[in-house]
């Protein structure tokens, strides 16, 4: 069975400074994986996704993350947050094949301060 | 491309009625879609896989007879909340899978259901 850790329910960041969240998850194989972001009571947008095409993916809105197979990890980073980032985001991860499924991680809120 | 939308955004009903919402992707069929339950400050739990021309999976401890699905065309699922009561107040989103060669699932913009 698949399953998303992320670290940290709570982030805060100053205006500009680097976004890290973090995302580790658990697969027999590399599955795909993605990055959601949810602002207040609205749906889940897709920020990127790893599809084992290169480890380093670039998204939406500046931010990218690494596929890092050694250490099952997936983090999200933006070099400079912008206050527009604050939201929620959810880490997913799907099996290759078989089940289409999403397993979702808790999800990370990020706030930006000024 | 790859819109989904959700139909009511909100909803406020009498317990005990019953509410429809309606998913639909607007610029792609959606072979598979999903219906998802989100709690506040909480994150998505998945209620049902509806296949297109065939009955919902639902996951487990999802009661099947009061949250009625049907996916009757390759554009549109609907989610039925049947004798609602207050605990199924939420937020539900739908989401809807493109093709294989593009992975993610596509979600629409949810429906907050308040039962009085």
Same mark, same amino acid.
């Given at each position: 069975?698949?399953?998303?850790?992320?670290?940290?329910?709570?982030?805060?960041? =100053? $205006?500009?400074?680097?976004? *890290?969240?973090?995302?580790?998850?658990?697969? #027999?194989?590399?599955?795909?994986? !993605?990055?959601? %972001?949810?602002?207040?009571?609205?749906?889940?947008?897709?920020?990127?996704?790893?599809?084992?095409?290169?480890?380093?993916?670039?998204?939406?809105?500046?931010?990218?993350?690494?596929?890092?197979? =050694? $250490?099952?990890?997936?983090? *999200?980073?933006?070099?400079?947050?912008?206050? #527009?980032?604050?939201?929620?985001? !959810?880490?997913? %991860?799907?099996?290759?094949?078989?089940?289409?499924?999403?397993?979702?991680?808790?999800?990370?809120?990020?706030?930006?301060?000024? | 491309?790859?819109?989904?939308?959700?139909?009511?955004?909100?909803?406020?009903?009498?317990?005990?009625?019953?509410?429809?919402?309606?998913?639909?992707?607007?610029?792609?069929?959606?072979?598979?879609?999903?219906?998802?339950?989100?709690?506040?400050?909480?994150?998505?739990?998945?209620?049902?896989?509806?296949?297109?021309?065939?009955?919902?999976?639902?996951?487990?401890?999802?009661?099947?007879?009061?949250?009625?699905?049907?996916?009757?065309?390759?554009?549109?699922?609907?989610?039925?909340?049947?004798?609602?009561?207050?605990?199924?107040?939420?937020?539900?989103?739908?989401?809807?899978?493109?093709?294989?060669?593009?992975?993610?699932?596509?979600?629409?913009?949810?429906?907050?259901?308040?039962?009085?």
């Amino acid at each position: 069975a698949q399953s998303v850790t992320q670290l940290g329910s709570h982030v805060s960041v =100053s $205006e500009g400074a680097l976004v *890290l969240l973090r995302c580790n998850y658990s697969s #027999s194989v590399p599955p795909y994986l !993605f990055w959601y %972001v949810q602002y207040p009571n609205q749906g889940l947008q897709l920020l990127l996704k790893y599809t084992s095409a290169a480890t380093l993916v670039k998204g939406i809105n500046g931010f990218e993350a690494e596929f890092k197979k =050694s $250490e099952t990890s997936f983090h *999200l980073t933006k070099p400079s947050a912008h206050m #527009s980032d604050a939201a929620e985001y !959810f880490c997913a %991860v799907r099996p290759w094949a078989g089940s289409y499924q999403l397993t979702f991680g808790k999800g990370t809120k990020l706030s930006v301060i000024p | 491309g790859a819109v989904v939308s959700q139909h009511p955004s909100r909803v406020i009903c009498k317990s005990g009625t019953s509410v429809k919402i309606e998913c639909r992707s607007l610029d792609f069929q959606a072979t598979t879609m999903f219906w998802y339950r989100q709690f506040p400050k909480k994150s998505l739990m998945l209620m049902a896989t509806s296949n297109e021309g065939s009955k919902a999976t639902y996951e487990q401890g999802v009661e099947k007879d009061k949250f009625l699905i049907n996916h009757a065309s390759l554009t549109l699922s609907t989610l039925t909340v049947t004798s609602a009561h207050p605990e199924d107040s939420s937020f539900y989103i739908c989401s809807a899978r493109g093709t294989d060669a593009a992975p993610e699932q596509f979600f629409g913009p949810g429906t907050r259901l308040t039962v009085l």
